[in-house]
T-cell receptor
Framework: GENVEQHPSTLSVQEGDSAVIKCTYS??????FPWYKQELGKRPQLIID?????GEKKDQRIAVTLNKTAKHFSLHITETQPEDSAVYFC?????????????FGGGTRLMVKP | DVKVTQSSRYLVKRTGEKVFLECVQD?????MFWYRQDPGLGLRLIYF???????EKGDIPEGYSVSREKKERFSLILESASTNQTSMYLC?????????????FGSGTRLTVV
């Protein structure tokens, strides 16, 4: 089955700096890669996603890049703010006869210091 | 907005009790999932269902069962609760049939087994 590894497990940055979280996946059939943000005590929420026919996607201060050849994808947050502090999860999805199955990375705890 | 509602935010149960965690979604999603979230272990899939009365084991099904009698409702059952099942339980749903979409998560149930 699919295996998703996420690095780093914790990341501390100064407010205004950029943050990068990287994920690798094992199954070349995966073709959908969402990112979730989970604030303390709250549910994970989808913040951005990318499909395998696209190499990069941006939404204001966040962007995701995908390298299908190398089987890795990354989340980039620019001009970080204290409210970006959260746990971020990457995921990779394969379609099978049961629908889409997300395999999650282990999570990255991002701390943005004011 | 899709809503995924988990019936209890916090639950305290005794060892050996039968425990029901309920999850309801309101957007006619095909797929529903139960995850367990523990510190340092990320999101681990317990069971999922891609249709009424259908269920599939995830990565850690031991000690759990599920029920999906109606499309909108997916129940997680702990047949005989044990202290090592103390955890945060997250339900999720996705449109997911024959297409890749992100999941929508519920707010979680923090279960403590004493």
């Amino acid at each position: 089955g699919e295996n998703v590894e996420q690095h780093p497990s914790t990341l501390s940055v100064q407010e205004g700096d950029s943050a990068v979280i990287k994920c690798t996946y094992s199954d070349s059939a995966s073709n959908y890669f969402p990112w979730y943000k989970q604030e303390l005590g709250k549910r994970p929420q989808l913040i951005i996603d990318i499909r395998s026919n696209v190499g990069e996607k941006k939404d204001q201060r966040i962007a995701v890049t995908l390298n299908k050849t190398a089987k890795h994808f990354s989340l980039h947050i620019t001009e970080t703010q204290p409210e970006d502090s959260a746990v971020y999860f990457c995921a990779a999805s394969i379609l099978n006869n049961a629908g889409n199955m997300l395999t999650f990375g282990g999570g990255t705890r991002l701390m943005v210091k004011p | 907005d899709v809503k995924v509602t988990q019936s209890s935010r916090y639950l305290v149960k005794r060892t050996g009790e039968k425990v029901f965690l309920e999850c309801v979604q309101d957007m006619d999603h095909e797929n529903m999932f139960w995850y367990r979230q523990d510190p340092g272990l990320g999101l681990r899939l317990i069971y999922f269902s891609y249709d009424v009365k259908m269920k599939e084991k995830g990565d850690i099904p031991e000690g759990y069962s599920v029920s999906r009698e109606k499309k909108e409702r997916f129940s997680l059952i702990l047949e005989s609760a044990s202290t090592n099942q103390t955890s945060m339980y997250l339900c999720a749903s996705s449109l997911g049939v024959w297409a890749n979409y992100g999941y929508t998560f519920g707010s979680g149930t923090r279960l403590t087994v004493v």
